[in-house]
């Protein structure tokens, strides 16, 4: 159980242009998602974390406007790249959780999207 | 400010045993989670803590340590697999993780 996926695994796409990566929980609702970027060989850095239905909390940093997220459903959650530049190349990663604030449930990762702006 | 640190790397024998010491300093604290990364993949969970002692599943446990701020990933029976990095990541009072940078763990035969 926990299965979350991520579309696509992998995409290439030219400077300018905007990209969609979606992120799914198959076998359970997930109130909560989180996005994560990371650089070869650093460690994850959060993004954003969003809760169905309403609007994503960004860290500090990160462009709202350029990495919009839009968190639908209990289910779906989509990350996209506006405008995509040679330096958004990173390895995203969206994550859910089984239970939003109270309880301190695991995090379930999804395989990741390496994305490759040319 | 909120901290994770665990060392870069670390090398050890196939069949030996490894500890991966981590210390975090998290406003609140909910757990303390170790996740196993391998090279191009996404993290999976190995480890919750949130009581002080020691967690074992299998050949890996885990220990913490909350008066000293202070966990630790103990792998035995070590495979050439478990080559892979190894991340410590505290959760704060929201509920949110903090991620340490991790700890590249390199088997040699």
Redesign the interface.
């Known amino acids: 159980g926990a299965v979350v996926s991520q579309h696509p695994s992998w995409v290439i796409c030219k400077s300018g242009t905007s990209v969609k990566i979606e992120c799914r929980s198959l076998d359970f609702q997930a109130t909560t998602m989180f996005w994560y970027r990371q650089f070869p060989k650093?460690?994850?850095?959060?993004m954003a974390?969003s809760n169905e239905g309403s609007k994503a909390t960004y860290e500090q940093g990160v462009e709202k406007d350029k990495f919009l997220i839009n968190h639908a459903s209990l289910t779906l959650s989509t990350l996209t790249v506006t405008s995509a530049h040679p330096e958004d190349s990173s390895?995203y990663?969206c994550s859910a959780s089984l239970v939003?604030?109270?309880?301190?449930y695991?995090?379930?990762?999804?395989?990741?999207t390496?994305l490759t702006v040319t | 400010g909120q901290n994770i640190d665990q060392p870069t790397e670390m090398t050890a024998t196939e069949g030996a045993i490894v500890q991966i010491n981590c210390t975090y300093q998290t406003s609140g604290f909910n757990g303390l989670f170790w996740y196993q990364q391998h090279a191009g993949e996404a993290p999976t969970f190995l480890s919750y803590n949130v009581l002080d002692g020691l967690e074992e599943k299998g050949r890996f446990s885990s220990f913490l340590s909350r008066s000293k701020g202070y966990s630790y990933l103990l792998l035995k029976e070590l495979q050439m697999k478990d080559s892979a990095s190894y991340l410590c990541a505290g959760m704060d009072s929201n509920y949110q993780l903090i991620w340490g940078a991790g700890t590249k763990l390199i088997i040699k035969p």
């Open positions: 650093q460690s994850l850095m959060l974390t390895f990663i939003a604030g109270s309880f301190s695991e995090q379930y990762f999804g395989p990741g390496r």
